[in-house]
């Protein structure tokens, strides 16, 4: 059976030394940030970049887009957690 979106969530933020959330949660901008640390993609940190930036250099660095001025920045799909779950190393079994 595949992971839920939730438990694809709480895979990254456990890969990414966060805590799990008991509830179906969006990532917060630290998470987003954690994530992009654990990709390997440069934030200037100093900017505080937006997270709507941070979803767009995700999904590029991934490879569900081709660069970041051509990604999405809208929430992240199933998909999309799959492919950075993936990229992180989180492990999604249940």
Not at 7 to 29: G, H, M, P, W, Y
Not at 50 to 56: D, N
């Amino acid at each position: 059976m595949s992971p839920t979106v939730h438990e694809l969530r709480n895979a990254i933020r456990v890969a990414t030394d966060r805590f799990e959330r008991e509830v179906d949660a969006s990532f917060t901008k630290e998470e987003l940030l954690a994530i992009c640390e654990a990709l390997g993609v440069g934030v200037d940190e100093a900017a505080r970049p937006s997270t709507s930036r941070m979803r767009r250099l995700i999904r590029a660095q991934v490879g569900i887009a081709e660069s970041p001025e051509t990604a999405d920045d809208s929430t992240f799909l199933k998909s999309d957690l799959q492919a950075i779950a993936d990229g992180v190393g989180a492990s999604s079994e249940s």
